[in-house]
């Protein structure tokens, strides 16, 4: 359940009865959509208004006191509102969080003193006065909307993804287990300007997590317990002995994860735990990311990152895809592949067996344990984040396609993606080093991830629209 503290503004000259109608109209919408929601109460100030430096201080100290529930604050005109009270407010309450601006609309037939609203024109005072407050805010899609509207519950979802992404965002911890694969220099990243921007990352060598897993013995509780939930998750056939390594890994790694508490974790997936340890991990990562935590392979440490902020957004599991290949000639689609480690949520008839490409090279005793099946047709979002080391930032780019239902006689976790004027946005991941990986998620929540990112974080995100 989100927490969202609700601001009601009130101008002394105006009918401040509409405020008791517009709090209360509000604050049902909000505990309609599962919205816990912090405001004045009609005891506190008159109709739970805010009006004045004093109203201001006292909607201030309840938020301060519940900051560590708030994610976001609704300001909400029932009539032009106070734009000083409400940016005294915001600025007192001390709270670094999304601001969304709300205003009823007048009808045209009860625009007589005893009714007339002017949000319309308050909205404008208030935005103008957060701007010279330095105070960043969202707004709706129409300037002045009824919150029972349509308009405005999509508003609320959107605004709600956002709150969750920030908050979800600092002080984030995550891990990287193993380091990337020799080649796969694109996956490089810079933990200083993570770390600049609020999120850390606590690293395991695999030698590490192989001394912890061979203190487990086949009977410990933590692996049987393991063992029977993973085996739940993805019905493994055979491969008895490969499938009990696997709920090792998984009790290892669960571990390590509670212990640092990490939101997600990279992996080193290929090859040394082939050579070493004898299995695939891609079961152990989708099983993770089932979880939500997400698993990213190759230790893709902004990759992960990307996977986090889809999850945060949807409140769904997200994977990580290679651009991999063509669709026929139509330039608008392409094939999404990996070995492949993605949950089972978003694929057809998962299955789990042994991968395909290396079993030709560590030999096929070593390779079960990839996840394998179609994705899922329907709304998907595209997110990939870089850190920029020439401008010590982080960019990226975020855009909303549809996984189409055509077929492909391939293995692996596959899908096919339609993306309009796709290939003007293959032009800027290559002019841009992008990497080859990008994190997909079955939702559409690319307009609030890049409000996100771009308002509220100061990202460098492109956000791909054709």
């Not at 061979?214 to 490969?242: H, M, W």
């Not at 592949?337 to 490409?357: A, D, W």
Request: charged letters at 25%; hydrophobic letters at 40%.
């Amino acid at each position: 359940m989100e927490t969202i503290g609700l601001i009601v503004g009130n101008r002394s000259c105006f009918p401040e009865i509409l405020c008791k109608e517009g709090r209360k109209r509000i604050m049902k919408v909000l505990e309609k959509a599962g919205v816990e929601v912090i405001a004045l109460s009609e005891e506190d100030t008159r109709y739970g208004k805010v009006e004045t430096w004093q109203d201001a201080k006292k909607c201030a100290a309840l938020f301060k006191k519940h900051a560590e529930k708030i994610s976001g604050i609704i300001v909400t005109l029932p009539n032009f509102g106070d734009e000083q009270a409400i940016a005294d407010t915001l600025r007192l309450s001390g709270l670094d969080v999304p601001v969304l601006i709300h205003a009823y609309p007048d009808e045209i037939d009860k625009m007589d003193p005893p009714r007339r609203r002017d949000s319309f024109c308050g909205k404008i005072s208030v935005c103008a006065n957060l701007r010279q407050y330095g105070i960043k805010y969202s707004l709706t899609t129409n300037h002045t909307v009824f919150p029972e509207e349509k308009s405005f519950g999509q508003d609320l979802e959107r605004f709600l993804a956002i709150c969750r992404i920030i908050k979800g965002l600092k002080n984030l911890k995550i891990g990287a287990i193993g380091t990337r694969p020799n080649p796969f220099k694109t996956v490089r990243y810079s933990e200083k300007i993570l770390e600049r921007h609020g999120i850390s990352v606590d690293v395991m060598d695999l030698s590490e997590l192989f001394a912890q897993i061979n203190k487990l013995d086949d009977t410990n509780p933590q692996v049987k317990e393991n063992l029977d939930e993973f085996c739940s998750y993805i019905r493994p056939k055979g491969e008895t002995s490969a499938v009990l390594k696997m709920a090792k890994l998984i009790t290892a790694i669960k571990n390590w994860t509670l212990e640092k508490e990490l939101k997600g974790f990279a992996f080193q997936c290929w090859t040394s735990i082939q050579e070493n340890f004898g299995i695939f991990p891609c079961g152990v990562m989708s099983y993770f990311s089932h979880k939500l935590i997400p698993a990213a392979c190759e230790v893709d440490v902004t990759g992960l990152v990307s996977m986090y902020i889809l999850q945060l957004a949807s409140q769904k599991p997200s994977a990580i895809v290679d651009w991999n290949n063509n669709y026929q000639d139509n330039p608008d689609k392409t094939v999404l592949f990996h070995c492949s480690n993605f949950p089972v949520e978003i694929l057809e008839k998962p299955t789990i067996t042994h991968h395909v490409i290396l079993e030709q090279t560590v030999g096929k005793d070593k390779t079960f344990g990839a996840v394998e099946g179609k994705i899922k047709a329907g709304p998907v979002t595209f997110l990939r984040l870089s850190t920029d080391d020439s401008y010590g930032e982080i960019a990226g780019f975020v855009c909303n396609g549809v996984i189409t239902k055509d077929e492909l006689k391939t293995f692996g976790g596959v899908g096919v993606a339609k993306i309009d004027g796709l290939q003007d946005l293959l032009k800027l991941i290559c002019e841009s080093g992008f990497e080859h990986h990008v994190a997909i998620n079955l939702s559409n929540t690319s307009e609030a991830i890049h409000e996100a990112l771009v308002k509220y974080k100061n990202w460098d995100i492109y956000y791909h629209e054709a």
